[in-house]
């Protein structure tokens, strides 16, 4: 049974703009930080972005003040809003919780900035 969904990746020239959404179990979602990961070719997977469940967040140096990260706790859903990217913001992103399950990962959304 699939506990994340990300979703909203594709294709942008820099500068652009995405916005990713993760749909996630309760179990996984409810009352935990949860956080927006990122996997680029050859690259180990690295925390980007994560929030508390009461909304407090913290963010990758490279990516503060571009992304923003935000939660609907009452429809188990995180977001990524992503601005002014850049080609090495190119990866997958991946939703799932601060503590994690390694068979809790989901599929990913692939994000290509182009230059």
């Known amino acids: 049974q699939v506990q994340l969904v990300e979703s909203g990746g594709g294709l942008v020239q820099a500068g652009g703009s995405l916005r990713l959404t993760c749909a996630s179990s309760?179990?996984?979602?409810?009352?935990?930080?949860m956080g927006w990961y990122r996997q680029a070719p050859g690259k180990r997977r690295e925390l980007v972005a994560a929030?508390?469940?009461?909304?407090?967040?913290n963010y990758l140096d490279s990516v503060k003040g571009r992304f923003t990260i935000s939660r609907d706790n009452a429809k188990n859903t995180l977001y990524l809003e992503m601005n002014s990217l850049k080609p090495e913001d190119t990866a997958v992103y991946y939703c799932?919780?601060?503590?994690?399950?390694?068979?809790?990962w989901g599929q990913g959304t692939q994000v290509t900035v182009s230059s």
């Open positions: 309760e179990r996984i979602f409810s009352h935990k930080p």
């Open positions: 799932n919780a601060i503590i994690y399950s390694d068979s809790d």
């Open positions: 929030i508390s469940h009461a909304g407090n967040t």
